[in-house]
């Protein structure tokens, strides 16, 4: 298991940044080592992978991108629960073998896959037999996310796209929106914390609250220990841009806004949208890679 920590150089951010995307470790279309390529001829000079509540591709990512000359950051994107809501936290530069953090991808884990057979079983009452073998084939024996069982059900030729496959039985209020424990947000900032990363709150506005909910959220978050907010995730207009760093000034305690982070989400390459590379920040952020940059070349 590949355990290092990176140090942030002048070299590092001398390309393109992107701190949040997927692999086939997760719910993402390409191997680790070939989303580092994809990122290194997008011209990524510093990345993170933050597959879905788990470090299991890491080292084959860490691997390439030392090849590669593409600085990594050993990342998570963790599932929490606020409320009643369920958000994601995004671990940055964690210490895989900690135990904190093994003990929150182990619990996610068994969740993931309790649900996973529950979203079967419901699929099979249904007619669509062989639900789990398949979603799980196509999961590569990692986690095996409502994705994987979307794309299990193209493949069979039970819906003719992913997006019919969400719309008709996989998304919220469908018969695979099925409800999970999960930890809540504090317990899920303690553990990247305790793992020496930064705790950083995924696409604030993927959620669909109100502005005055999306406040008390990142409220919350910073409270509980969150370090950063994701400004800019995938390609969006400046107004969003805008409206999110308000937010965050407006949400502010003691000792003023969370950091700003940045990513694509890349999935998949037939998604322009996220492409890796594609995001930049406003030049009058400060970024959270501060936290671990210094001024010394490779």
């Known amino acids: 298991m ?6 942030v150089t002048d070299d590092a951010i001398s390309g ?12 993402g279309i390409l191997s680790p080592s070939a989303l580092v390529s994809r990122a290194k001829s997008a011209g ?13 591709g890491i080292a084959e990512a860490a691997e390439a991108a030392a090849e590669q000359g593409v600085t990594l950051l050993p990342g ?14 995004v671990g940055l530069n964690v210490d895989c073998m900690s135990a904190a953090l093994v003990e929150a991808v182990s619990v996610r884990a068994a969740l993931r896959r309790e649900r996973a057979m529950e979203i079967a079983c419901r699929l099979e009452k249904r007619g669509f037999v062989g639900a789990f073998e398949g979603a799980r084939r196509l999961a590569s024996g990692d986690e095996i996310g409502r994705p994987h069982f979307a794309r299990w059900m193209v493949a069979e030729g039970h819906v003719t796209d ?19 424990p999960w930890p809540d947000l504090a317990e899920t ?7 020496g990363g930064a705790a950083v709150l995924a696409h ?7 502005r005055t909910r999306l406040q008390a959220l990142l ?9 950063a907010a994701e400004v800019v995730c995938g390609q969006q207009n400046p107004v969003q841009t805008r409206e999110i760093l308000q937010l965050l000034v407006q949400a502010s305690h003691g000792e003023g806004p969370l950091l700003a982070s940045l990513g694509s989400d890349f999935h998949q390459p037939d998604q322009p949208w996220r492409a890796l590379g594609c995001v930049r920040l406003p030049a009058d952020v400060e970024p959270v890679w501060n936290l671990w940059q210094t001024g010394a070349s490779k």
């Open 204 to 210: 604030p506005l993927k959620y669909g609250l109100t």
């Open 162 to 180: 992913t997006a019919k496959a969400f719309k008709r039985y996989l998304g919220a209020g469908k018969i695979g929106d099925v409800m999970v």
């Open 219 to 227: 409220r919350d978050f910073q409270q509980a220990g969150g370090t």
């Open 76 to 89: 998570v994107e963790f599932t929490a629960r606020w409320g009643r809501r369920v958000v994601h936290i």
């Open 44 to 56: 990524v000079t510093l990345l993170a992978l933050t597959d879905h509540d788990t470090v299991s």
């Open 189 to 195: 900032v303690a553990s990247i914390e305790a793992a």
């Open 16 to 27: 393109q940044v992107d701190l949040h995307c997927h692999s086939t470790a997760s719910d």
């Open 2 to 7: 590949y355990t290092a920590r990176s140090v």
